[in-house]
Structure formats: structure tokens, C-alpha cells
Nanobody, 113 residues
Framework: QVQLAESGGGLVQAGGSLRLSCAVSGIIISINTMGWYRQAPGKQRELVASITTGGSAIYADSVKGRFTISRDNAKNTVYLQMNSLKPEDTAVYYC???????WGQGTQVTVSS
């Protein structure tokens, strides 16, 4: 069974950094595009970043230059490095595998001003 498990969320002050991890089991990620989404209270879930099997990445305009998505195929893990965090980045962050439409349980990120 394919499972995605996020970790690394928490409370951080504005301007700080966090690194989220998404450990995948049951399938190898090297042949899959992977993505990070987020959902803030009262808002729709939105794409934050995604990375292809070849390592090409796309980002939401709101996080360009601050967030970096990466993958470690040997560890079967996808990361989201978040720098210069802002209060508007506060949300639950989800890992996603589009090929199977599989989601993780989410990890809370809270940025205080």
C-alpha cells in the first residue's frame, strides 16, 4: 500500500525557515512526479511546488525565490525547504503523488508575525 508521511512542520517566526519531508512507502518515487500543496483555513488547497522525475520544478508565484522542492530517490523522500517564511504561509502542507492521486495526512506550518 502506498503511503505518504509528512513531517517537519511547526511554529516559526516570520523570516525563519523550516524543512518539510515527505517519506513515501509502497512505491518508488524516482518514476513519479511529486508535489507539495497547502491549505489555509477557509481557503482552497493550492499547489505550492512540484518536481518531475527529471528534477524540473515549478513553484507558485507566492513562494518563488523562497521555497525549494527537492527529492532524494535513494531515501524515497521529497523535501520542501521554506525560507523567509511569512504569516501568509501559515497552512497545512500536504505531499501529493499525482499518478495515484495519493495524499499524505498533512503537517501544520504556523508562521507568527
Amino acid at each position: 500500500q502506498v503511503q505518504l508521511a509528512e513531517s517537519g512542520g511547526g511554529l516559526v517566526q516570520a523570516g525563519g525557515s523550516l524543512r518539510l519531508s515527505c517519506a513515501v512507502s509502497g512505491i518508488i518515487i524516482s518514476i513519479n512526479t511529486m508535489g507539495w500543496y497547502r491549505q489555509a483555513p477557509g481557503k482552497q488547497r493550492e499547489l505550492v511546488a512540484s518536481i518531475t522525475t527529471g528534477g524540473s520544478a515549478i513553484y507558485a508565484d507566492s513562494v518563488k525565490g523562497r521555497f525549494t522542492i527537492s527529492r532524494d530517490n535513494a531515501k524515497n523522500t521529497v523535501y520542501l525547504q521554506m525560507n523567509s517564511l511569512k504569516p501568509e504561509d501559515t497552512a497545512v502542507y500536504y505531499c501529493h503523488m499525482p499518478a495515484l492521486n495519493r495524499w499524505g495526512q498533512g503537517t501544520q506550518v504556523t508562521v507568527s508575525s
